[in-house]
């Protein structure tokens, strides 16, 4: 079979962006000045390694930390609250509008910031001469991607390389145990707040991308994005399980969250009440882009068959 010149040259491309990546990812250091093209579409340059950083969102927060450069971090959000250590580190404010005064007067190498709604404050970041590296991760891969990324960014390709593979590995484990497990047999699932208001995940979120891995059936993956719903909606969807992501809770709070749930009208009759399968967890495990994703994943799978 004869190759043409054009998909020859193609392939070559393809392997040596291939090979460049690959490279890089596994360095024990990278070399710079590096160009990279962010979230945002805008190719930035760091010319030297960063050595200070501000996290304008808790997600990259929590990413710094993962990558043992938690020392380096200068300045974080009002949200940021994981890990521990965070509580001493230095407020900015708000995740948008960004306070450009405060994040000039701290003088950060380089701003880890979040698309969204915040695109709006990186114009004017970089007008301000501010490296900023714009992530948006959507699902579990972009996830991973983002933690390499900042790890390239950062200096420490190794660090994410390791973290990632480690990661996909757990995640892995849990594919290969519902692998085999037929639908029918999966249990249908409910995320609900305690507001009377009822608001889910469904498709496009990391929530039911994550009850879907374990093995679960999401009662409103015919949805999209976060949406409102009727208490009617559940009552008819009649989930085997419900799940109420909160903040941290102590166990008397949680017990009364699950009376509340119990007494919601019309609900008497869902098998999840019935047979009490009603779980509390937290809340940033399951909405933030960060590797403690692998965490509420392996905790679904406790939750749904184990």
Do not use: H
């Amino acid at each position: 079979m004869r190759i043409s010149k054009k998909y020859l040259f193609f392939a070559i491309s393809v392997l040596a962006i291939m090979s460049l990546i690959f490279s890089v990812c596994f360095a024990e250091k990278t070399e710079y000045p590096i160009t990279i093209i962010d979230d945002s579409g805008i190719t930035v340059t760091i010319e030297k390694q960063p050595e200070t950083f501000i996290s304008s969102a808790p997600s990259n927060t929590e990413i710094l930390f993962s990558l043992g450069l938690g020392d380096n971090v200068i300045g974080v959000t009002n949200y940021c609250n994981y890990p521990e250590e965070v509580k001493n580190i230095e407020k900015i404010g708000e995740i948008s509008p960004l306070n450009y005064e405060k994040i000039l007067s701290l003088n950060p190498d380089i701003v880890l910031a979040y698309g969204g709604f915040q695109l709006k404050d990186i114009p004017r970041l970089r007008e301000l001469n501010i490296n900023s590296i714009v992530l948006e991760p959507l699902n579990l891969n972009d996830t991973f991607r983002s933690i390499k990324m900042i790890a390239i960014t950062c200096g420490v390709p190794d660090k994410g390389a390791i973290l990632v593979d480690d990661l996909k590995k757990r995640v892995d484990n849990i594919k290969t145990k519902v692998a085999n497990i037929p639908i029918l047999s999966q249990p249908k699932v409910f995320v609900g707040g305690t507001s009377d208001t009822i608001f889910t995940p469904g498709a496009g979120t990391l929530f039911n991308e994550l009850i879907t891995m374990a093995g679960g059936q999401n009662i409103a993956a015919g949805l999209s994005f976060w949406k409102k719903i009727s208490p009617e909606f559940v009552a008819e969807a009649e989930p085997d399980i419900i799940i109420i992501p909160v903040g941290a809770m102590n166990q008397e709070e949680n017990s009364k969250i699950k009376q509340m749930i119990c007494a919601r009208s019309g609900w008497s009759n869902i098998p999840a009440i019935i047979n009490q399968k009603i779980f509390i967890v937290n809340e940033d495990i399951f909405y933030r882009a960060v590797p403690r994703l692998v965490d509420g994943l392996e905790l679904l799978y406790e939750i749904f068959y184990e």
